[in-house]
């Protein structure tokens, strides 16, 4: 045994300890996930083997050229080895981590973690707070387990490195050879010319099936590698003569010759006409975090939402109307610049040394006052520079409240946020300023924390009666708004539009979840006769609809539709991780990695797939380049804006 305990035999075991561990949680999942993955278990094993190389020869790539470094000495020194303990010891922990955290985070997101799993990391007080409020039994396992398996493999390298005697020199310069061959070989997993990635273990339409062979630590990496990175050529992603069809075949659209070059900036050019004229109306955006259809008795759900209930009876309120995407970046860019979903970083995350075309920003051009009011700290998914740099005149956020009622762990309850937004509104509209103002909500968030005795689910069943509970109170904070707004004067001058930005947990357990994509919305005004709307629409219809309710016209670059015009498009274009869908009437186009595939819906989102012929599929697949379209030529600048005006 003390033969073995030479060169680089201890890390060896340490590697082949890790993958082991990531090979017994891919085969958990299988088991828990069988159903999906039962008739490609070659593949998942074999491409989880892949990953499983991949990621721990890029993990221990440093401590195994580290070892070979120390063999140049006669005797490495005990400090070294004890670096080299700890280091080794650490890595098996942070897989085992990694790993000990995907179920409950499966059973939050639907998939391994991902982008989203990196992304809240730049966020501990937000991050902390939601573990210790809401997650505690799970942290307190992951603690421990990382605790145990440091404990354990630190004792075991204790073991292997007893009596550690360094290789002969002359077999050191071959085990040096061996490594810089074989370690980039193991880390790229691959011998085309594109390194593994994510994607080469896609084998079906079922997001979380596609990442079961993707070990974690590989997921993680990934996504952090690749953070921020959105400087990709366009002739990667899209060819711009597809771009002209694109834009040519959206009948709102106006009828134009798209230029030929790659620097064109103005190519989207749609023109909105509004029927009402002569009214300046304040302009209000309620955006409701994770608030889904699921929660809205008139839309087929949970009997805890009685206020949209009420407010449908006074509203102009939309039947199926679809989120862009699962995450608040996604429904931020859609509502206020009617952006559909596309492949880069959402436009709340991305820099804009030139202002896009928002809502706020438009507004702000006719003279009006823009805000942003929200109840946390408004730096989480850089909305604060996102909506200051593209047309909000201020921004409210948590340390602007005194005295709250009630400190959440994502901010202040929704009624001192709506509590808030109503003082600015009153102030404003004595002093005669029209305003426009995003609002946006946060009681409605894991763990949700909400104030005591406000609402009561005891007559409801339900295995997740906290998430139930947060949806009635925000529900109930809505109310307490609208009973008081009713009351001010500017109420009857101003346009409310109240949308989700998404649906709560979101999880593609059995393919796309499409039902998960359905939210509440409705909109009331002065100007609009309460009614029920059956059009499948989408959230990139806000922005134009607002613009014709208010009686602003002229040329914009926005993509969605003006709902006030009968002659609209029934669909709605969605992404889910790396997924895009298009909905048009029952029809359902999916556009995944390497996979293309078609289903009928029914009326309540349920998804049948159908086999299909790929190229009964171009004209749809050419709708879901459209977000890709537009995130690469960046159609939307400000100076896009043509003819505007408030008659």
């Known amino acids: ?21 990531q090979t017994i949680s891919r085969a958990i999942l299988v088991y828990m996930h069988q159903d999906d993955v039962i008739d490609n278990l070659l593949h998942v094993f074999g491409y989880g083997l892949r990953y499983d190389i991949s990621i721990n020869c890029s993990i221990f790539a440093p401590v195994f050229l580290f070892c070979v470094l120390c063999n140049l000495f006669s005797k490495t020194p005990k400090f070294f080895q004890v670096l080299q303990r700890v280091y080794i010891s650490l890595a098996v922990s942070l897989v085992t981590l990694l790993e000990v955290v995907t179920p409950p985070f499966i059973a939050e997101y639907g998939i391994r973690p991902n982008h989203i799993f990196v992304e809240y990391l730049i966020y501990p007080n937000e991050v902390i707070s939601t573990i210790y409020n809401g997650h505690g039994l799970e942290a307190i396992i992951c603690i421990c387990s990382t605790i145990f398996t440091f404990s354990l493999m630190y004792a075991l390298s204790k073991f292997l490195y007893k009596d550690y005697k360094n290789l002969p020199k002359s077999v050191t310069s071959m085990v040096f050879a061996s490594v810089l061959i074989l370690i980039p070989m193991g880390i790229r997993g691959t011998v085309s010319h594109k390194p593994l990635n994510p994607s080469n273990g896609s084998f079906c339409s079922n997001p979380l ?38 834009f040519h075949n959206l009948p709102y659209l106006s009828k134009r010759t798209i230029p030929s070059t790659f620097d064109s900036q103005c190519a989207i050019n749609q023109t909105i ?17 994770s608030f889904g259809s699921r929660y809205v008795k008139s839309l087929g759900g949970i009997d805890v939402a009685p206020t949209h209930d009420r407010l449908k009876e006074k509203s102009w309120w939309f039947n199926h109307m679809f989120a862009t995407g699962h995450r608040s970046v996604r429904g931020i860019e859609a509502v206020t610049a009617s952006y559909p979903p596309g492949p880069l970083s959402s436009q709340v995350k991305l820099d804009h040394p030139k202002p896009i075309t928002t809502l706020p920003l438009i507004f702000k051009k006719l003279g009006y006052t823009t ?19 593209n047309g909000v005149d201020y921004v409210i956020e948590q340390r602007d409240y005194k005295d709250p009622e009630f400190v959440a762990s994502w901010g202040v309850s929704d009624e001192d946020l709506y509590k808030k937004a109503n ?41 997740d009666p906290n998430r139930l509970k947060a949806a009635k109170y925000a529900d109930y904070a809505l109310g307490r708004f609208f009973d008081i707004a009713e009351k001010e004067d500017y109420y009857k001058n101003t346009i409310f539009v109240v949308i989700a930005d998404h649906d709560s947990r979101v999880r593609g357990l059995e393919g796309f979840p499409l039902k998960n994509f359905r939210i509440p919305a409705l909109i009331i005004s002065p100007d609009v006769i309460p009614h029920e709307d059956n059009r499948i629409v989408s959230q990139i219809d806000i922005l134009p609809t607002i613009l014709s309710l208010a009686g602003v016209s002229g040329q914009f670059p926005i993509v969605g539709q003006d709902l006030t015009k009968p002659d609209t498009i029934d669909r709605a274009i969605m992404a889910y991780n ?29 998804l049948f797939i159908k086999d299909i012929n790929p190229q009964d599929v171009s004209k749809e697949v050419s709708y879901l380049n459209l977000g890709i379209a537009i995130y690469q030529y960046d159609f939307a600048k400000e100076e896009c804006i043509k003819d505007l005006r408030q008659d």
């Open 1 to 21: 045994m003390n033969k073995l305990r030479t060169g680089i035999y201890p890390i060896l075991v340490f590697f082949f300890i890790s993958i082991i561990i």
């Open 209 to 246: 099936a596609n990442t079961i062979p993707v070990n974690s630590a590989f997921n993680v990496f990934y996504a952090f590698r690749h953070m921020g990175n959105n400087d990709v050529k366009k002739s990667q992603i899209f060819a711009f003569d597809e771009i002209a069809n694109i």
């Open 273 to 289: 006409s509004p029927e009402v004229t002569g009214k300046k109306r304040n302009v209000v955006v309620i955006l409701e975090e």
């Open 371 to 389: 805000s942003f009011i929200y109840g946390g700290e408004s730096h989480f998914d850089n909305m604060r520079s996102y909506f200051l740099n």
């Open 423 to 463: 003082e600015e509104f009153v102030k404003l509209s004595a002093e005669n300023k029209p305003f426009c103002s995003v609002v946006f909500t946060s009681s409605f968030h894991d763990p949700f924390d909400i104030p005591r005795g406000k609402v009561d689910i005891s007559n409801i069943k339900t295995d």
């Open 578 to 606: 790396e997924i895009f869908a298009y909905l048009n009437g029952n029809e359902f186009t999916l556009l995944a990695p390497n996979i293309k595939i078609k289903a009928t819906a029914d009326e309540n989102a349920n």
